[in-house]
């Protein structure tokens, strides 16, 4: 499935539709959307974005330097014990990590697309996060 993804993505690129993309490998111990909520009190939950986000930071270091997006969507492979909807909790954090530096904002009006696939082929505890800039926008506002 990865490579007919893959494949799909080159073609979008080469009519123009995409542009950039830069990816962000991330091995460890995966947040889960229902770990997040199960927490009780907002401290916890905020001490358990607060250590994704210094995971996430330390991934992003490279990439602020060198790269903007305005527009962008994101592609998350991954291989670990959850269930795809509960990816989800990692996404938000990856995506919140990215604003102001990489992307300007994660409103509706910059973010276009999330997609989301359990690769099996991945090495254990691997969550691949796919920046993807999106050139041309049928829904410019």
């Known amino acids: 499935m990865r490579e007919v993804i893959t494949r799909l993505l080159r073609f979008l690129i080469k009519l123009g539709i995409l542009g950039r993309s ?6 460890g111990e995966s947040l889960s959307l229902n770990k997040f ?3 009780g009190h ?3 939950r905020n ?3 607060k250590d994704s ?6 991934l992003l270091a ?3 330097k060198s790269s903007r997006f305005d ?7 991954f291989n670990n014990r959850l ?3 509960n990816v989800v909790g990692m996404e938000k954090v990856f995506t919140d990590c990215l604003k102001g530096t990489i992307i300007e904002n994660d409103g509706k009006r910059f973010f276009k697309g999330l997609t989301i696939w359990y690769d099996p082929s991945l090495p254990k505890q691997t969550t691949e996060f796919i920046l993807i800039e999106i050139k041309k926008d049928d829904y410019d506002d």
């Open 71 to 77: 527009k962008f969507c994101i592609v998350i492979f």
């Open 53 to 58: 986000k210094e995971k996430f930071d330390i």
């Open 42 to 44: 907002w401290s916890e």
């Open 22 to 27: 830069i990816g962000f490998k991330y091995q």
């Open 83 to 85: 269930d795809v909807d």
């Open 62 to 64: 490279k990439a602020k």
């Open 47 to 49: 001490e358990l974005k």
């Open 37 to 39: 909520y199960s927490q």
